[in-house]
Antibody, heavy 128, light 107 residues
Framework: EVQLVESGGDLVQPGGSLRLSCEVS????????MDWVRQAPGKGLEWVGR??????????EYAASVKGRFTISRDDSKNSVCLQMNSLKTEDTAVYYC???????????????????WGQGTTVTVSS | DIQMTQSPSTLSASVGDRVTITCRAS??????LAWHQQKPGKAPKLLIY???NLQSGVPSRFSGSGSGTEFTLTITSLQPDDFATYYC?????????FGGGTKVEIK
């Protein structure tokens, strides 16, 4: 069974750092794109960033709101993906979901990927 | 950035109703459109990808259509388990973006 389990959410002060982890089972994380998506309290979904698979050199993309502060990394030995969050702001308060970005299709000359399986989320609160 | 606009934001319906949700993209996204369902306190769940492809295990009462900039999600014969919030999401370009969501409520 495919499962994604996030951990590491906590209460942190503005300007602080936090590292979220997403451990997966039922598939090999290095073979897949992985996304982070967040949801502020009472709000909609906001994409945070993406790590492409090993075949694509684990290259990354980020939302403008987190670029330069957040970093997605992989740990193949633990079959996991991490989100390092630095310089946290109150507006980063949200439930953070990791998602497998494996639903792809070919359109024209390019492959396009979206999320097909989601974790249950971990809560990050940034407050003094 | 590609803006995704969903309508309506809230929809009141009864069990057995046919429900349609619309999603518009600010520029053409081809067929790079997914629909996700989210229940309160739960993670989202993929329903539809490539605008009209049903994800494995999703009931056939759900269907998607459209291409370019106009897309719809239709639920024929709404069931009690379908009361939830639905999000469209484009994956044609970065940043990936979601619509604001449509909450389907019990009438």
């Amino acid at each position: 069974e495919v499962q994604l389990v996030e951990s590491g959410g906590d209460l942190v002060q503005p300007g602080g750092s936090l590292r979220l982890s997403c451990e997966v089972s039922g598939f090999t994380v290095s073979d897949h794109y992985m996304d982070w998506v967040r949801q502020a309290p009472g709000k909609g979904l906001e994409w945070v960033g993406r790590s492409r698979n090993k075949a694509n050199s684990y290259t990354t993309e980020y939302a403008a709101s987190v670029k330069g502060r957040f970093t997605i990394s992989r740990d193949d030995s633990k079959n996991s993906v991490c989100l390092q969050m630095n310089s946290l702001k109150t507006e980063d308060t949200a439930v953070y979901y990791c998602a497998r970005g494996s639903k792809w299709h070919l359109e024209g000359f390019y492959y396009y990927y979206t999320m097909d399986v989601w974790g249950q989320g971990t809560t990050v609160t940034v407050s003094s | 950035d590609i803006q995704m606009t969903q309508s309506p934001s809230t929809l009141s319906a009864s069990v057995g109703d046919r429900v349609t949700i619309t999603c518009r993209a600010s520029q053409s996204i081809g067929n790079c459109l997914a629909w996700h369902q989210q229940k309160p306190g739960k993670a989202p769940k993929l329903l539809i990808y490539k605008a009209s492809n049903l994800q494995s295990g999703v009931p056939s009462r759900f269907s998607g259509s459209g291409s370019g900039t106009e897309f719809t999600l239709t639920i024929t014969s709404l069931q009690p388990d379908d009361f939830a919030t639905y999000y469209c999401q484009q994956y044609n370009g970065y940043p990936l973006t979601f619509g604001g969501g449509t909450k389907v409520e019990i009438k």
